[in-house]
């Protein structure tokens, strides 16, 4: 079984900038798809930025601002958030999956980001 463990996120002002990082207690290499969720008060989880062996995939609202990445030596996610917006605040959560046929689903905790206008 692997933990998914998220650093700390914050209060930032926007235009303000926030890197996350999700850090495994094993090796990620065995995900084929990871990614990044974020739940605003109020709303749903909504995917925010996506990364398969294919590329990254981003939503509309996160899209040319976010920056997903992926380092399997340090068997760490990343998500780097640039020009924040009020509408960026929520919990964000990692998510990895593996593939089929085991297809098990890993969620990190979760870690607030709070941006202040």
């Known amino acids: 079984q692997v933990q998914l463990v998220e650093s700390a996120g914050g209060l930032v002002q926007a235009g303000g900038s926030l890197r996350l990082s999700c850090t495994a207690s094993?090796?990620?290499?065995?995900?084929?798809?990871m990614g990044w969720y974020r739940q605003a008060p109020g709303k749903q989880r909504e995917l925010v930025a996506g990364l398969t062996s294919s590329g990254t995939d981003y939503s509309d609202s996160v899209k040319g601002r976010f920056s997903i990445s992926r380092d399997n030596i340090k068997n760490t996610l990343y998500l780097q958030m640039n020009s924040l917006e009020s509408g960026d605040t929520g919990v964000y959560y990692c998510?990895?999956?593996?593939?089929?046929?085991?297809?098990?689903?890993?969620w990190g905790q979760g870690t607030q980001v709070t941006v202040s206008s």
């Open positions: 094993g090796s990620i290499s065995r995900f084929n798809v």
């Open positions: 998510n990895a999956k593996e593939p089929w046929p085991i297809g098990r689903t890993y």
